[in-house]
């Protein structure tokens, strides 16, 4: 009787399966813990026939053994399928993290800035939120003149004496009064203009402003200063044009073209025909400019100029509307990557 028991439930054991290391846990319990199946055999030995113990205890070990190792050995093949599902799986796609680019309006200002940096131009910053003396007075212009109206000038809590810089030729200003020539030094920023916003202005843009101040700085020096800027930045087959213009802070003064580099200066739609293309405004100091900020103007002199970055870039990557400088779509910026 308890023999058959033993080997139907060998029998049982031997074809057992569990898919989960749940179930195994189910069969351990079922087989093996102390109201398990084979336990109670080994409670039902104790009634066994002399003559017969030692084949039923035999059998009865050996069913134990088997159980046990047959458990075990499910265990052990859950456990190892646990870990090969956490282990990494190098064929899978990997996620990958987008790498930002640089702004071309950024692009440009690194660009002068490395440009101006190997003639020896060293890199200062001034205050957005100005006063009239460093953004007009300062810069010799006349108190009637236009670019103090109200149209122009975004002014701070209607104090006409606070305003936001309308170029970074202020930034002149905070140099001088503080260091005596040699001054040799460019100041890009933003500056702001109350001006309708079209793809040809915007109220908010950057330039990039060049101040240079010694003994005997002629007008050769700069033209010859901004014609190695022109080669470096268009190409070195840009030439460059001086045609006389006003400032109240230069004199003279003048504005420059650069040979338009789509066309080669035969003129084309971008240049309007002409060849030409205007990017700066620049002069010799106006002495008063050195006498207003305690600089001798008889001992010193200097050459300025101011340039814009959104035209540069512009020019350089063919950018119809300006206003896309500004709304920061990512289709439009992706197409400026650099190394960084
Ligand atoms: N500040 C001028 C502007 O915003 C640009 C300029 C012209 C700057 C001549 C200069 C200069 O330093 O010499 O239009």
Redesign the pocket.
């Known amino acids: 009787m308890i023999l058959d028991k033993i080997s139907s439930l060998l029998d049982e054991i031997n074809n057992l399966d569990a898919k989960t290391s749940e179930e195994v846990e189910n069969l351990r319990v079922k087989y093996l813990s102390k109201k398990g199946e084979i336990t109670a055999l080994f409670d039902d030995f104790r009634t066994v026939a002399p003559e017969m113990k030692r084949e039923v205890g035999q059998k009865l070990n050996e069913l134990k053994v088997s159980a046990q190792n047959k458990i075990n050995a499910l265990k052990e093949k859950h456990a190892a399928e646990a870990a090969q599902a956490e282990r990494l799986d190098v064929s899978r796609e990997g996620t990958s993290h987008e790498i930002g680019g640089r702004h071309p309006i950024s692009i440009v200002k690194n660009d002068i800035i490395d440009i101006f940096s190997r003639l020896g131009f060293t890199v200062a910053e001034g205050p957005e939120v100005e006063d009239d003396w460093h953004v007009f007075t300062a810069l010799n212009f006349p108190l009637e003149h236009p670019a103090r109206d109200m149209q122009d000038t975004f002014f701070i809590n209607t104090n006409p004496d606070i305003l936001l810089r309308?170029?970074?030729?202020s930034v002149?200003v905070r140099v001088m009064e503080h260091q005596q020539p040699p001054i040799r030094a460019i100041f890009p920023g933003r500056?702001f203009r109350n001006e309708a916003i079209s793809s040809r202005a915007h109220c908010i843009f950057h330039?990039v402003?060049?101040l240079y101040v010694a003994e005997n700085v002629s007008f050769a020096d700069l033209k010859q200063t901004l014609l190695y800027f022109a080669k470096e930045m268009f190409g070195q087959q840009s030439q460059i044009r001086l045609r006389p213009s006003y400032?109240p802070?230069?004199e003279p003064?003048a504005e420059m073209d650069v040979s338009c580099s789509l066309c080669g200066g035969k003129g084309c739609s971008v240049c309007k025909g002409t060849g030409w293309l205007e990017i700066l405004?620049?002069?010799m100091v106006d002495p008063a400019v050195l006498e207003a900020n305690h600089i001798d103007s008889k001992k010193y002199s200097g050459f300025?100029?101011?340039m814009g970055v959104e035209r540069i870039a512009m020019l350089r990557y063919q950018i119809k509307d300006i206003r896309l400088f500004f709304e920061n779509d990512v289709r439009f910026l992706k197409q400026f990557q650099s190394a960084l």
Do not use: P, Y
């Not at 309308?166 to 030729?169: F, L, R």
């Open positions: 309308t170029h970074t030729s002149q500056v330039q402003e060049g400032f802070f230069t003064s405004g620049c002069g300025a100029f101011g």
